[in-house]
């Protein structure tokens, strides 16, 4: 069993601008430092959260027509604060406040929380989402379950950490044998998608809804093998794309490209990566 050893473990040392753009910097060194700050965030903005979850909320529609809390504002609230104090120059981007810096070479990409219906209705698979992306490429990401008390995170070359040990999705090569996820399998922003979903639902041994994000981390940790969303937007999937690809899954938009803004996504583990994608009618990643 690996254990992470970084400096994590010295949290209340938060790392800063300075430290992580000295001319010169190892780049493993660079994004270990920002993994540990994606988790330590993503903990804070979901602490701040759970203090509203299960309690009276006034719960408000957004022009797209999803709901919106005073946990999702406090909480994203609280990240930009945390961000701005510690890396002044970088940009962010989060749900529910848009843009700050949008020129910035190095942004922070925010959803406080993800699964605000679930919250709403007092279901604790809901999380808080933190990467942090140069252009297109992200360079870390963190999830936080506060209600579960889970917590995963990731970077290119450094692994995929769950509760502070490295995990590895399953090594399910059988659909007949694997468990298949979705947020919602009526797939009604997207319903050109809910065929193929119903053909991937109906071969695997197990299909489950209730997904957002704590799809994602069961696949990561091998507790599922597929977890699809026919339409997302990059703060729900830029935490993402680190943690299922660093604990050796596939995470591709349904068009086969390995990215966290395509609109879509589609996270297997490896073995069922071809197959799932064919079922689901979404195209098959160049080898």
């Known amino acids: 069993m690996e254990v992470w050893t970084g400096a994590m473990s010295r949290a ?16 493993r060194s660079e994004l270990s430092l920002l993994l540990e700050a994606t988790q330590e965030l993503a903990r804070r903005a979901g602490g701040v959260a ?24 406090s909480a994203e609230e609280t990240a930009r604060e ?23 070479k190095r942004r922070w990409i925010i959803d406080p929380v993800d699964g605000t219906k679930t ?9 808080t989402l ?46 007949e044998d694997a468990t298949v996820l979705t947020t919602d399998g009526r797939f009604k922003r997207t319903p050109e998608r809910a065929a193929g979903w119903q053909r991937l639902a109906t071969a695997a041994a197990i299909s489950r809804t209730w997904g957002d994000c704590y799809g994602y981390l069961l696949v990561a940790t091998g507790r599922a093998e597929v977890m699809v969303d026919g339409l997302v937007a990059p703060w729900d999937a830029a935490a993402l794309l680190p943690v299922i690809t660093e604990a050796g899954g596939v995470f591709t938009d349904w068009n086969g490209t390995a990215t966290a803004f395509g609109g879509s996504i589609v996270a297997t583990n490896a073995t069922l ?7 689901l009618g979404a195209t098959i990643p160049a080898r």
């Not at 759970?50 to 504002?73: M, N, Q, Y």
């Not at 120059?89 to 843009?99: H, R, T, V, Y």
């Not at 990566?273 to 079922?279: D, H, M, P, S, V």
């Open 12 to 27: 209340s040392s938060a790392p800063n601008e300075s430290r992580t753009n000295v001319p010169g910097t190892d780049k």
């Open 50 to 73: 759970l203090r509203h979850f299960r309690s009276t909320l006034t719960v408000e529609a957004k022009t797209d027509g999803s709901p919106v809390t005073i946990a999702d504002r």
């Open 82 to 104: 945390w961000i701005t104090r510690r890396f002044p120059a970088d940009g962010i981007l989060g749900e529910e406040f848009g843009a700050h810096l949008p020129a910035a």
């Open 119 to 127: 919250f709403v209705r007092g279901v604790p698979l809901w999380g």
């Open 130 to 175: 933190i990467a942090v992306c140069e252009d297109e490429t992200v360079l870390a990401g963190a999830a936080f379950f506060p209600a579960v008390d889970e917590i995963v995170g990731a970077a290119p070359g450094l692994g995929c950490w769950w509760n502070g040990t490295r995990t590895h999705v399953s090594n399910v090569a059988a659909l």
């Open 273 to 279: 990566a071809e197959q799932a994608r064919e079922l």
